[in-house]
């Protein structure tokens, strides 16, 4: 059990939930990753596009974003419905209406049901979607694509309205960046239709591939005439389908994260580096031991950690999602490194967390602009011997996780609050981590 004492915390009473952390031991066991978000999100939607039953297994059910796709799905008339551990998804030429602003406002796949309204040749208003505040989450692509599909669509200040419309018969589009949203967004509007769409740039991330085997499971005509560029011709509708959901590497880098940064060993089940590949790479220069091993990976810290330069990037590239993570290896090496971040303006408010434990990062302007044509940053990250246990804030969901792992690497207590933006991610960090021998729980007031 966790003991609350350490010289560094404040004498104030937390008054919400928080993760109380004893950190400074190597962590060591075997773990199974859940089924991830970023897939199950959007798999969640894509399900909905047939009006007949779909059963998604390996959805994280407890991850609070899900309950709230959920229910915008089944208030916009789906039928979503837990039955044990699937979910059961069927939709329905009502998919449309005016969303819940504050369900919509919390999470940033409420976009993604604009792709499923023009699915269902329905209208939809949209007020504007959240997710986690780290930069401008613009959406100028989804919309000008959905345009170019032929659905009416307007923007104003309060959110973004498609009017019931047809799509046109043959368009090409080009993103100028590979958006994650809005590629799914393009496949939702376009699987039923009798259109034939050429998308390029698109997004490839394992996540948007899952969710294509998904469609294309469902019946949907989708194929890759080029490594980033799609074809999607339009079938009259999609059918059932039993369909798993791929495990959550950016769990996978967490964990790993905090093995290197406590020093320790884990094995992790359902695992694989293949679809890791760029932040794999980084990690065994820097001198973990990473290992592919049958359904896993095998992890493993046997000698001082080395600085080592990323510049997050698109798939393959670095992932945006996992630098928070990488911070906290490289706060815990030797030297010197550089961190880009590319993709997001706003992503390195969780680096003043850190430094609260004794790590010594500098944020400052990188000279360039990100994919959003927003200020980029860059972080300078020197490494420490030594961090102490303190209170800390999840400032988001990577962020937070960072946060957690850099405190189960430090001597003493820590307490981290704002949990709800750890949890959105994460359903299960207090066991995954009690599993490798952490001293962690939550607090409930
Ligand atoms: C639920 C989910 O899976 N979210 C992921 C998804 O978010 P999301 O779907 O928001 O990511 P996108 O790939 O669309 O956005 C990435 C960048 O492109 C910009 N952009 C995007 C759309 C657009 O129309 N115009 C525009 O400028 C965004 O502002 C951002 O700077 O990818 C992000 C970047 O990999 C991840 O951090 C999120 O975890
Ligand atoms: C940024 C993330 O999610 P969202 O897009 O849902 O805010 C994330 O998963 O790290």
């Given at each position: 059990m966790v003991?609350?004492?350490?010289?560094?915390?404040?004498?104030?009473?937390?008054?919400?939930?928080?993760?109380?952390?004893?950190?400074?031991?190597?962590?060591?066991?075997?773990?199974?990753?859940?089924?991830?978000?970023?897939?199950?999100?959007?798999?969640?939607?894509?399900?909905?596009l047939s009006d007949e039953e779909v059963v998604l297994h390996n959805v994280p059910l407890e991850l609070n974003d899900v309950a709230?796709?959920?229910?915008?799905?089944?208030?916009?008339?789906?039928?979503?419905?837990?039955?044990?551990?699937?979910?059961?998804?069927?939709?329905?030429?009502?998919?449309?209406?005016?969303?819940?602003?504050?369900?919509?406002?919390?999470?940033?796949?409420?976009?993604?049901?604009?792709?499923?309204?023009?699915?269902?040749?329905?209208?939809?208003?949209l007020p504007l979607p959240g997710g986690c505040n780290i930069g401008s989450r613009k959406h100028d692509m989804h919309v000008s694509a959905l345009q170019e599909l032929g659905f009416a669509m307007e923007e104003s200040e309060l959110g973004l309205h498609l009017r019931e419309s047809q799509p046109k018969e043959r368009t090409v589009i080009t993103f100028p960046y590979p958006t994650f949203g809005g590629t799914l967004n393009v496949l939702f509007a376009s699987v039923r239709s009798n259109a034939v769409?050429?998308?390029?740039?698109?997004?490839?991330?394992?996540?948007?591939?899952?969710?294509?085997?998904?469609?294309?499971?469902?019946?949907?005509?989708?194929?890759?005439?080029?490594?980033?560029?799609l074809q999607i011709t339009g079938v009259e509708r999609l059918h059932r389908a039993d369909f798993t959901v791929m495990s959550d590497r950016i769990i996978a880098s967490t964990i790993i994260s905090a093995v290197g940064a406590t020093k320790g060993s884990a094995t992790i089940r359902n695992a694989t580096t293949r679809i890791l590949e760029s932040e794999v790479a980084v990690w065994r220069q820097a001198g973990l031991k990473i290992e592919e091993i049958d359904n896993g990976i095998y992890v493993e810290w046997n000698r001082p950690l080395e600085a080592v330069n990323v510049t997050t990037?698109?798939?393959?590239?670095?992932?945006?999602d996992i630098q928070p993570l990488h911070t906290v290896l490289m706060m815990n090496a030797s030297g010197t490194s550089e961190l880009k971040e590319t993709i997001l303006d706003g992503r390195f408010s969780y680096c003043y967390e850190l430094n609260k434990l004794g790590a010594n990062i500098e944020v400052k302007d990188g000279g360039f602009l990100c994919v959003n044509g927003?200020?980029?940053?860059?972080?300078?990250?020197?490494?420490?011997?030594?961090?102490?246990?303190?209170?800390?804030?999840?400032?988001?969901?990577?962020?937070?996780?960072?946060?957690?792992?850099?405190?189960?690497?430090?001597v003493g207590t820590s307490r981290i609050t704002n949990l709800y933006q750890l949890e959105r991610g994460y359903g299960n960090f207090t066991e995954i981590f009690t599993a490798l021998g952490a001293q962690i729980m939550k607090v409930n007031h």
């Open positions: 003991q609350a004492h350490s010289r560094a915390l404040g004498t104030k009473r937390i008054s919400e939930p928080y993760l109380l952390i004893e950190g400074g031991y190597p962590l060591s066991g075997e773990v199974s990753l859940p089924g991830a978000k970023n897939s199950a999100l959007p798999a969640i939607v894509a399900a909905c709230k796709l959920i229910k915008l799905l089944n208030d916009s008339g789906a039928n979503v419905e837990i039955k044990g551990d699937e979910l059961h998804c069927k939709g329905s030429a009502w998919m449309g209406g005016t969303l819940n602003a504050e369900l919509a406002g919390k999470i940033r796949h409420s976009l993604l049901l604009l792709g499923a309204a023009a699915h269902w040749r329905s209208s939809l208003f769409v050429e998308l390029h740039n698109a997004a490839r991330n394992p996540e948007v591939l899952d969710v294509i085997k998904l469609l294309n499971d469902m019946g949907a005509s989708i194929e890759w005439l080029s490594s980033n560029s990037a698109a798939y393959p590239g670095f992932h945006t927003a200020a980029g940053q860059t972080a300078v990250i020197h490494g420490v011997d030594e961090l102490y246990g303190t209170d800390l804030v999840a400032t988001d969901i990577r962020g937070g996780a960072a946060v957690a792992v850099a405190a189960l690497a430090a």
